[in-house]
C-alpha cells in the first residue's frame, strides 16, 4: 500500500508503557475464547464488554513496565495512524456528499493491556471498537497471530483492512446502527441475537470496501488479496473449523469466510454507502 506520514490528534500510542493499567484474562483459556469470538472484533460495549466487566478484580496484574521502540516498530505505528486519518479523511468526504456531519473518533494502539471505557483488555481480546470512549483499540502483534495462526497472506494491506473494518462500527455508533441493533436483539433468542451480529460484522466490512473504493490511488498489486485473505481466514467456519472439527452456523456471529469477503467487494466495487444494507439482504 502506498502511504504517506500524517498527523493525528486523536491517535494514541501506547506501546512505550507495556500495559498502561490492569491487564485481564492474559493468556487463558477464557483469552483465547475472547480472541475468537471477536476476531476483527465488534463493539466491546456490545460483545466482550460484559465478559471484561464480570472479571473485573479478576486475575488483574498490573503492567508498568516501559522500553523503547524499534525502529520497525515505529514505522508500523506510523502506517497505522496513516491508515485511520485516511479512513476519517474519507468518511468526512462521504458523511459531506450525504448531507450528514461526520463525528471523528480516536485510536489507541497498545501492548499487553489496555483501559477502556468499556472495561479493561488484553491483547487476547484482539482489536475492537469500544463506542463508550469512540475509539479503535488494537494491539498490532495481533498481525502476526492473524499470519501464523489462521493461515492470512499478511501484508500492510490486512492490517489497512482491519482498521477500516473497525472504523466501520464507529460509523455504525455514530449512525444509531448499533443502538437499534442491541435493542432489537434484548428480544431475541440466542440463534436470532446472531443473525443480528452477524449483519452488524458484515455491514463493518462493507464499510471498509468502500473506504477501500475511494483509496485506490493508495493501492498497490496484491492488496485487496491481502484484505480478502485475511476476512477469509476470520470467517466464523474457519475459525471454528480449525479450532474445533466442526461449524456450528447458528452460533456464527461474525459471518462465513464467502461473507465476509463478499460483502467486503461489494464495497470495494460499489463505492456506495447506501449499498451496504446487509439486514435487509440476510433476515428473513
Known amino acids: 500500500m502506498k502511504w504517506e506520514r500524517k498527523k493525528s490528534d486523536t491517535f494514541e500510542d501506547r506501546r512505550g508503557m507495556s500495559g498502561g493499567g490492569k491487564a485481564i484474562l492474559g493468556g487463558s483459556a477464557i483469552g483465547i475464547i475472547i480472541l475468537l469470538l471477536n476476531m476483527f472484533g465488534g463493539e466491546t460495549g456490545q460483545t466482550i464488554g460484559n465478559i471484561l466487566q464480570q472479571t473485573q478484580g479478576q486475575q488483574q496484574t498490573e503492567q508498568t513496565q516501559t522500553r523503547e521502540l524499534t525502529a520497525e516498530e515505529i514505522e508500523l505505528g506510523e502506517f497505522s495512524k496513516s491508515c485511520f486519518e485516511y479512513n476519517n479523511e474519507t468518511w468526512e468526504k462521504v458523511f459531506?456528499?450525504?448531507?450528514?456531519?461526520?463525528?471523528?473518533?480516536?485510536?489507541?494502539?497498545?501492548?499487553?493491556?489496555?483501559?477502556?471505557?468499556?472495561?479493561?483488555?488484553?491483547?487476547?481480546?484482539?482489536?475492537?471498537?469500544?463506542?463508550?470512549?469512540?475509539?479503535?483499540?488494537m494491539d498490532l502483534r495481533f498481525f502476526e497471530e492473524l499470519k501464523t495462526r489462521f493461515g492470512a497472506k499478511g501484508g500492510d494491506f490486512a492490517i489497512a483492512y482491519v482498521i477500516a473494518h473497525e472504523m466501520?462500527?464507529?460509523?455504525?455508533?455514530?449512525?444509531?446502527?448499533?443502538?437499534?441493533?442491541?435493542?432489537?436483539?434484548?428480544?431475541k433468542n440466542e440463534a436470532e441475537a446472531n443473525k443480528l451480529s452477524v449483519c452488524i460484522e458484515l455491514q463493518a466490512d462493507f464499510y471498509a470496501g468502500v473506504w477501500a473504493h475511494y483509496n485506490k490511488n493508495l493501492l498497490e498489486a496484491g492488496d485487496i488479496e491481502e484484505a480478502l485473505s485475511a476476512a477469509h481466514a476470520v470467517g466464523d467456519d474457519a475459525i471454528q473449523s480449525k479450532m474445533q472439527g466442526h461449524v456450528v452456523p447458528d452460533s456464527f456471529t461474525h459471518g462465513t469466510s464467502e461473507q465476509r469477503m463478499e460483502w467486503f467487494m461489494k464495497g470495494y466495487k460499489t463505492g456506495d454507502i447506501k449499498q451496504g444494507d446487509t439486514f435487509s439482504a440476510l433476515i428473513n
Open 168 to 187: 466501520g462500527h464507529h460509523l455504525q455508533t455514530i449512525l444509531g446502527t448499533s443502538g437499534k441493533v442491541r435493542q432489537l436483539q434484548a428480544n
Open 96 to 137: 459531506s456528499e450525504n448531507g450528514m456531519h461526520y463525528e471523528k473518533p480516536g485510536m489507541v494502539i497498545f501492548y499487553d493491556g489496555v483501559n477502556t471505557a468499556c472495561g479493561s483488555a488484553t491483547s487476547a481480546s484482539g482489536p475492537f471498537y469500544c463506542p463508550g470512549d469512540k475509539k479503535v483499540y
